[in-house]
């Protein structure tokens, strides 16, 4: 099944930290640039994090410094490592693999991150 699948959201206080995963199926994850996006309520969905196929990174300025992405593409896996969690940061998390050359994009469902005391 062609998919990429987000894991890893929840709870967490001010301060904390949360890992999330992307796990891709069904393509050749290495062609692929993956990016995590993100949606609170009430708003437009918003860049986060890039990672491309060759690892250059790219962050949203609201994030720089806290958040980490990586990729590992023998697992077909990324990751977000965030850090210093503000309740601003609360969202619904979505993970998007693209190969530009492919034409092919895919978003994942989406996972919930609250930061709340």
């Known amino acids: 099944q062609v998919q990429v699948a987000e894991s890893g959201g929840g709870l967490v206080q001010p301060g904390g930290s949360l890992r999330l995963s992307c796990a891709a199926s069904?393509?050749?994850?290495?062609?692929?640039?993956l990016g995590w996006y993100r949606q609170a309520p009430g708003k437009q969905r918003e860049f986060v994090a890039r990672i491309t196929k060759d690892g250059s990174t790219a962050y949203a300025d609201s994030v720089k410094g806290r958040f980490t992405i990586s990729r590992d593409n023998v697992k077909k896996m990324g990751s977000l490592q965030m850090n210093s969690l503000k309740p601003e940061d609360t969202a619904v998390y979505y993970c998007k693999s693209e190969a530009s050359g492919l034409h092919h994009t895919l978003w994942g469902q989406g996972t919930q991150v609250t930061v709340s005391s």
């Open positions: 069904g393509i050749i994850f290495r062609l692929y640039d």
